[in-house]
């Protein structure tokens, strides 16, 4: 079905959602631009920390996937009031909040103040903005007045171009100039009506009135994730994801009496196991066999970083289709807002 996505847009998005996206390569580059200028004296860390919730702590999430195998120290992400009890002197921390007031990633903070450990706030200002300025820790500023999701570059190149200058893993930069031109590329053909276009309105067209079970492994299940979370916030709806192979052990017996409410989705890359090849190939079986309609999205490009943002990038536009197609606005979440109100916080 053809759709005049253009009249769509004008209707519904209201909060200009698609001037962000198509904003995405230079906000890619920038973000670069600005963590290689951040001046850190500090010494190799024998752990890293993320912390944040929601759109700030995917950063986290993409780069624990990216420092899987490159790194030699544990990188986690903390979604929390409070950070592990491992977190020492020795612990860098990055700690994340787009508006810089959101009552978990505060809570932390103070508690990562207290054992000590070495801080870099990411943050658009707020009270971790006022925070960070107090105590003279090193702060990477994300442009403000935009929804904390669209400001993905920002909350998450820091954390690879810091790990790599303070030795943790090495990140050789010509991935970032590749992930740069994918994005370029990625957004013509949104222009243009090319490949990304093709992928993400299909995709949107077909999870409209399924419920989308979103299918990866690393290092791109943390995109997998980003899609699901995408879902719920831009188009207001239910999705899940499952990471292979663990779901090869539970999930995929959802799939003995078939399901045609759902709409599963594999994200594919470069990187894909032998072994890992060899569960996606069984599930695509299992799944035709039952005649269950999928969808698949391949990565782009060589390096690592490019293929986890290509895969990111049509994701964030397919979910922003699927907005449209729901006739909801992309930007706001209502609930989220409600729920922040409601709880109270934060308390500093
Ligand atoms: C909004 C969004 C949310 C927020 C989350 C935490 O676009 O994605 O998931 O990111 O509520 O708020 P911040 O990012 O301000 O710490």
Redesign the pocket.
Known sequence: MSRDWSRLREELDRGRMWDILMQFPEDLERAWREAEELELEWEEPSKVLVA??????IGGDLAKEYAYDRARIPVEVVRDFEPPLYADRSTLAFV???????EE?LSTLSRLLDAGCAIVAVTSG?ILGEVAAKKGLPVLEVPAGR????ALPYLYLPILVILSKLGVLEFDRGELEEAISMAREARRELFEGGETSRVAEELAERALGKIPLIYSYRPYYSVAYRFK?QIN?NAKQHAFCAEIPEMCHNEIVGWERGGSKYFPVFLRGREEDPRVRARVEYLVEVLEERGVGYGVVEARGEGRLSNQLSLLYAADVASYYLALLNGVDPTP?EL?SRM?KRVGGPHW
């Open positions: 944040g919730m929601g759109g700030s702590a994340v909040s787009y508006s810089g007031k959101t990633t707020g929804p904390p999701r669209t979370t916030e979440i989220i922040k």
